[in-house]
């Protein structure tokens, strides 16, 4: 039965520096009640991903607009469909959307507002597998190393926050096209995950190693593809390694997303001495991917081509807590937020 109340995690303060759980603030709202073209889904599970620092910061994130005070935190979710005025989106299907921080959202099935845009989840999904493995994340490895990137085989292809839910699929996706992959990561247990498990060939630890001195050994050749999900002084350390020809995928910016001041590049003139080229990547331009990308990433992992970790926390009340723990790395796997139980998982 439908509850009267949308609790929800709203946005009280805009953080300065490291985001912390005095930015937000549990509130009791209203169930919205769907347009012409939406549905009315219950949230059940939502990705602690770090886009949502960008998108409560001032600066905003570039590609949607920032949100406002007062607002339920932006955030990446699952939810079912309860009531419904699209043909796109029947009751009861399980679709992926920017559900936000809150028990009950909006969704609409065409592209007229990105931020209410749902996708339906293919048979047989689980909720949490939606927000993790088969989310947003694995879109985004799939188009970075099918289309931004591609792996050559016996190239050397490093991947930084190798250990993260979109750099563990890169890892696996650039090791299946016979690159000779190389993780960067922050502790032994997710270096050893990197090489053991994920199949890369070595894992620099990133907080205790010189990183600078380890490429030089491993890549005497130079990186010839860097897939960098950290951004700051760690690109930097990169670009003095850049291959001939190199290619550096512009991902993520993990290290600069809590930064009072943006990272100033003092190497980029490698590219031009390299010839070496940098793109930005960002899903929302490779949504056309989302069936084949969770059609082969799931046949993988339902072959155990292909492993990935994630951590559920039970309970929309500790997310905050989660997007500072997301900042502290001291979880192996994604971190997702079960908000309401469901016979899916
Ligand atoms: N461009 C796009 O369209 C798009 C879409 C989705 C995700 N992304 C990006 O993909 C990357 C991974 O996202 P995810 O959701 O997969 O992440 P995740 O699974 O939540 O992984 C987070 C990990 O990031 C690392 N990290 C945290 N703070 C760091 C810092 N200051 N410096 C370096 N590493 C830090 C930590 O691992 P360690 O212990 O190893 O430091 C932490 O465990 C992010 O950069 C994200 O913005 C981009």
Not at 197 to 206: H, K, R
Not at 235 to 253: P, Q, T, W
Request: charged letters at 20%; one cysteine or more.
């Amino acid at each position: 039965m439908v509850s009267r109340i949308n609790r929800q995690i709203v946005l009280v303060r805009r953080p300065v520096g490291m985001v912390d759980e005095s930015c937000f603030a549990e509130v009791e709202g209203e169930i919205p009640t769907p347009g012409d073209g939406q549905a009315l889904i219950r949230v059940l599970c939502v990705a602690i991903d770090p886009a949502i620092r960008g998108w409560i910061d001032e600066r905003g994130s570039g590609y949607l607009p920032a949100l406002k005070l007062g607002e339920p935190v932006r955030a990446n979710g699952i939810g079912v469909v309860l009531e419904t005025r699209s043909e796109r989106l029947p009751v009861g299907a399980l679709v992926t959307c920017l559900t936000g921080w809150q028990e009950y959202s909006i969704a609409c099935g065409d592209f007229s507002d990105l931020t209410k845009f749902a996708s339906p989840l293919p048979e047989g999904c689980s909720a949490v597998d939606g927000a993790t493995v088969l989310g947003q994340g694995a879109v985004t490895a799939y188009a970075g190393v099918v289309r931004a990137a591609p792996p050559v085989a016996g190239e050397t292809y490093l991947v930084s926050a190798a250990a993260s839910g979109v750099g563990s699929l890169v890892v696996q996706l650039a090791r299946l096209e016979g690159a000779r992959v190389i993780g960067i990561a922050g502790s032994p247990e997710k270096c050893r995950w990197v090489v053991e498990e994920l199949g890369a060939e070595a894992c620099i630890d990133y907080k205790r190693e010189n990183v600078d001195a380890r490429l030089k050994a491993l890549c005497p050749k130079g990186v010839n593809v860097f897939f960098d999900n950290v951004g700051g002084e760690l690109l930097d350390v990169v670009l003095r390694r850049i291959a001939h020809r190199g290619r550096i995928v512009l991902c993520g910016s993990l290290s600069t997303d809590n930064a009072a001041e943006p990272h100033r590049l003092r190497n980029y003139d490698r590219l031009m001495s390299r010839r070496a080229s940098m793109v930005g990547l960002n899903v929302i331009d490779h949504w056309d991917l989302f069936p084949e990308a969770l059609k082969r990433i799931g046949g993988w992992l339902a072959s155990g081509t292909l492993v990935y970790r994630s951590q559920v926390v039970d309970g929309l009340e500790h997310a905050p807590n989660a997007l500072v723990r997301l900042y502290e790395g001291d979880h192996l796997g994604k971190l997702v937020i079960r908000v309401a139980g469901s016979p899916l998982g």
